[in-house]
């Protein structure tokens, strides 16, 4: 079904991470390597990879470098980083230069299941608590950053819904059962969204919309 490839030096962790490709993801075809050089000559080689899980500590990774140079020889390639780093700059930093996601080692089975099937199906994924925690954490550059009350004004009170409901974590499936509405609708709310702010992925609009007040604007 899918063509992924697992880049990471711990054999344990890749025989953890291909077993739940298996379980979650029958028929894929899995590859693993242990450095960025082999991920690079994989990617070479095999051209039409559908996902690479990419750990940040592997030899040849020099932190988000590899990321970089990764993106650089295969950038239609999506790439998610799996790592133990949980510090959100860090997280954020992985989004901005270019990974499609990010995956905490921690993370239970079924979120890494749910979190993999996100990013397969074209969404960006981060771990709740990265968004919560983003969340919750003064801005330093707030007027930048937050959106503009016009923009706002333009979204629907359906979108509206749907943006709060991102900015909690929750994924289109996940919006979907809690508004009541088909999965296919939310897609349509999320591109028009992203359309109607000026941003280019999910993780932007989440972290641009992280102070508003969504009862200010539901009261209209």
Do not use: W
């Not at 693993?32 to 940040?56: K, P, R, Y």
């Amino acid at each position: 079904m899918y063509k992924i490839l697992i880049a990471d030096d711990h054999p344990l962790f890749r025989e953890a991470i291909h077993n739940v490709i298996s379980d979650g993801f029958p028929d894929s075809e899995v590859m693993e390597t242990a450095d960025l050089d082999s991920a690079l000559a994989l990617t070479q080689e095999h051209d039409d990879l559908d996902l690479i899980l990419l750990d940040l500590n592997m030899p040849g990774m020099h932190g988000l470098n590899g990321l970089i140079n990764l993106r650089n020889e295969a950038p239609t390639v999506p790439v998610v980083i799996v790592s133990a780093e949980q510090d959100k700059q860090v997280v954020l930093q992985a989004i901005t230069y270019g990974a499609v996601g990010f995956i905490t080692k921690s993370s239970p089975r079924a979120q890494m299941t749910d979190a993999i099937e996100q990013i397969l199906n074209g969404n960006v994924y981060l771990p709740s608590d990265i968004i919560r925690t983003q969340k919750t954490s003064p801005r330093r550059h707030h007027e930048e950053s937050s959106i503009p009350p016009e923009l706002l004004q333009a979204l629907t009170r359906k979108q509206l819904l749907v943006l709060e409901r991102m900015t909690k974590g929750e994924s289109n499936k996940q919006i979907a059962y809690n508004l009541d509405i088909a999965e296919t609708t939310v897609k349509a709310h999320v591109s028009a969204i992203l359309r109607k702010l000026n941003v280019h992925n999910r993780v932007q609009a989440i972290l641009s919309a992280n102070d508003i007040d969504f009862t200010a604007y539901l009261r209209r």
